[in-house]
């Protein structure tokens, strides 16, 4: 029986892909972005960000999976694909429906692939796209393997859990403040209703007159054992003290101490964003590769 695709159709879709993105790590590691975690994190902000609350149906409206029999073996999102092992041969036809159903006002169309991928390198060049010199860096910390740091925060400063705190108006401007989104009692219930939230890993550093001044969220996903920072960041008036990176340090114990083996996370170009890149290697990331942007105009 042919492989075929089909719109995303009910919540037990939703369950499927869950499972896909989770057995896809498997093979895929760490050089992949669409893994449970970041799937189950989007979806999540996705159902809070307008006025009236979307159904998880809803969001994933626009998306596409590809079917071998029962199996699902495929998924595109808007931004974001993931083919299973043996099924990379796909890509062409997962471009061609991206092109057809995502294509922006200007009619250009963006893929992030990998650089040793040359399967879908060569399968973009085929269609006309061109390499851009954006790329993200994707990092790991082996945690079975390297000694996490010591790292103290500054006299006066101490360390809570978002869910421990009775205030959550600062919380949602330190969201924002990695994010770029104004976070509200919806979105994080949302997110501490997924499965990979674990209330050890969103941190919130508060100085001396109780004000947040920093933030370190992440998510754990048990089955592959993995954590999967989401941001650090810090204001502006409490930089250089080391703040951001003891949360970081912290998060990473706290990691340990739950199981997991490996933490990874996704930054910006160390050209244009030294700083992040930076507080990463200084506590002990190890580079993974880099993701390069795929550009093609006038999709027809």
């Not at 009619?107 to 990998?114: A, H, I, R, S, T």
């Not at 990176?245 to 933490?263: C, D, M, S, V």
Request: hydrophobic share 35%; net charge negative.
């Amino acid at each position: 029986m042919a492989v075929v695709y089909r719109k995303y159709n009910a919540i037990n879709d939703y369950k499927k892909v869950c499972t896909f993105l989770e057995n896809s790590y498997e093979f895929y590691g760490t050089r992949f972005d669409n893994n449970l975690t970041l799937f189950e994190f989007q979806c999540a902000l996705s159902l809070g960000l307008q006025e009236k609350a979307k159904s998880i149906d809803e969001v994933l409206d626009k998306v596409f999976l590809w079917f071998d029999e029962d199996q699902l073996v495929g998924l595109l999102e808007e931004d974001a694909f993931c083919l299973a092992q043996n099924y990379r041969f796909l890509f062409d036809e997962v471009v061609k429906v991206g092109e057809e159903n995502y294509s922006n006002a200007e009619n250009l169309m963006e893929w992030e692939v990998y650089e040793k991928d040359l399967d879908y390198e060569n399968t973009l060049l085929n269609r006309g796209y061109s390499k851009s010199d954006e790329y993200w860096v994707r990092r790991d910390f082996e945690l079975t393997q390297t000694q996490v740091p010591d790292n103290e925060l500054p006299e006066g400063f101490k360390i809570e859990s978002v869910p421990n705190l009775k205030e959550f108006d600062e919380v949602y401007m330190a969201y924002k403040l990695c994010y770029g989104i104004l976070f509200n009692k919806k979105i994080l219930q949302n997110l501490i209703e997924t499965s990979t939230y674990r209330k050890e890993l969103d941190l919130v550093a508060v100085g001396p007159d109780t004000n947040v001044v920093a933030l370190c969220s992440g998510r754990y996903e048990e089955a592959n054992k993995l954590v999967t920072i989401e941001a650090v960041s810090c204001y502006h008036d409490y930089r250089e003290r080391g703040i951001s990176k003891a949360l970081l340090i912290h998060q990473l114990k706290a990691a340990k101490e739950l199981g997991a083996n490996k933490a990874t996370v996704y930054t910006a170009m160390p050209e244009k964003y030294p700083a992040p890149n930076k507080l990463y290697e200084s506590v002990g990331f190890k580079l993974v590769g880099r993701k390069y942007v795929w550009r093609k105009v006038n999709i027809i």
